[in-house]
T-cell receptor
Framework: SQTIHQWPATLVQPVGSPLSLECTVEGTSNPNLYWYRQAAGRGLQLLFYSVGIGQISSEVPQNLSASRPQDRQFILSSKKLLLSDSGFYLC??????????FGSGTRLTVV | AQKVTQAQTEISVVEKEDVTLDCVYETRDTTYYLFWYKQPPSGELVFLIRRNSFDEQNEISGRYSWNFQKSTSSFNFTITASQVVDSAVYFCALSERNNDMRFGAGTRLTVKP
């Protein structure tokens, strides 16, 4: 069966520090992968999606970047975090027509 | 452009009451997919249901039911005899064939004992 792993669960980082969040999927090949952000009390915002290795599409220009070095690995990064980067980050995999499966999320607090 | 509106930001009910969460969508496609997800306090999104645009049959799953009406572009979700464990944020989402899933802002449901 397919599973999705996301870590860390919680992260507190100072402003200006780098960020790396990792997401891996098991049990499927060539999945579509997604990064969403949920600001406190807000809805879900699509940040990046990837349909294959090295293929990244960005939805919103921002301080973040994404990479897909392997088929089932999706990484969200930042060189210098801003206070506004705080939020709940969710990785997901799936197909547009079938729905997505989400990871357990990373709660990032930038201080 | 696709758009999902959940006008109810927060709803509070007492246990055993029925509650309906509204979802209105906009799309120009004739083929699209609608979803409901539940986000409990732990944060993980839990898939509840998927509906394609060609299937307007209402669905019931235990205490949950969904009313899909293309004429009003709505996909409402009803919980019958609500329980405290139903407390969560519920998201409605829309996916088109050539566009990724877009979520509504979510409705926070609080069920009080």
């Amino acid at each position: 069966s397919q599973t999705i792993h996301q870590w860390p669960a919680t992260l507190v980082q100072p402003v200006g520090s780098p960020l790396s969040l990792e997401c891996t999927v098991e049990g499927t090949s060539n999945p579509n992968l997604y990064w969403y952000r949920q600001a406190a009390g807000r809805g879900l915002q699509l940040l990046f999606y990837s349909v294959g290795i090295g293929q990244i599409s960005s939805e919103v220009p921002q301080n973040l970047s994404a990479s897909r070095p392997q088929d089932r690995q999706f990484i969200l990064s930042s060189k210098k975090l801003l206070l506004s980067d705080s939020g709940f980050y969710l990785c997901a995999w799936g197909l547009r027509v079938g729905g997505y499966t989400f990871g357990s999320g990373t709660r990032l607090t930038v201080v | 452009a696709q758009k999902v509106t959940q006008a109810q930001t927060e709803i509070s009910v007492v246990e055993k009451e029925d509650v309906t969460l509204d979802c209105v969508y906009e799309t120009r496609d004739t083929t699209y997919y609608l979803f409901w997800y539940k986000q409990p306090p732990s944060g993980e999104l839990v898939f509840l249901i998927r509906r394609n645009s060609f299937d307007e049959q209402n669905e019931i799953s235990g205490r949950y039911s969904w009313n899909f009406q293309k004429s009003t572009s709505s996909f409402n979700f009803t919980i019958t005899a609500s329980q405290v464990v139903d407390s969560a944020v519920y998201f409605c989402a829309l996916s088109e064939r050539n566009n990724d899933m877009r979520f509504g802002a979510g409705t926070r449901l609080t069920v009080k004992p």
